[in-house]
């Protein structure tokens, strides 16, 4: 069975960086799949990446991590501008994060209309 875990931008927003790391791979490593509303900072993401890397374990075996960002380049002016204008209100935010144990998640890809999450056979 896979199972999702929603996780709203205001559950993680007042964390400081490692608090909010650890929450989330403290999800992954239930076996959860993690969809954050908004998205970490790079550096945040480099730690998230690092620390993986440190507790691979014969239990553990990483993660998969794919950030989907809003298409701020499509339509017209006017678009545009709102796209620009709720980036900078919405800051990280915006978008989508997806992390999900490397035991289950083989790779995660965006494609312009989709986002394709394929599963390891068990």
């Known amino acids: 069975m896979v199972t999702f875990q929603f ?38 993401e480099a730690d998230l990446i690092e620390i993986t890397m440190e507790e691979i374990s014969g239990k553990f075996k990483g993660i998969e991590i794919s950030v989907v960002y809003p298409d701020k380049d499509k339509g017209d002016f006017l678009q545009k501008l709102r796209g620009t204008m709720a980036g900078v209100l919405l800051g990280d935010r915006e978008g989508m994060t997806i992390i999900g144990p490397a035991s289950m998640v083989k790779k995660i890809e965006k494609n312009p209309n989709k986002i394709e999450l394929f599963m390891r056979d068990k």
């Open 7 to 44: 996780v709203p931008y205001p559950d993680i927003e007042n964390l400081s960086s490692a608090k909010r790391i650890n929450k989330l791979l403290n999800i992954v490593k239930e076996n959860k799949i993690v969809l954050m509303e908004g998205r970490l900072k790079k550096e945040e």
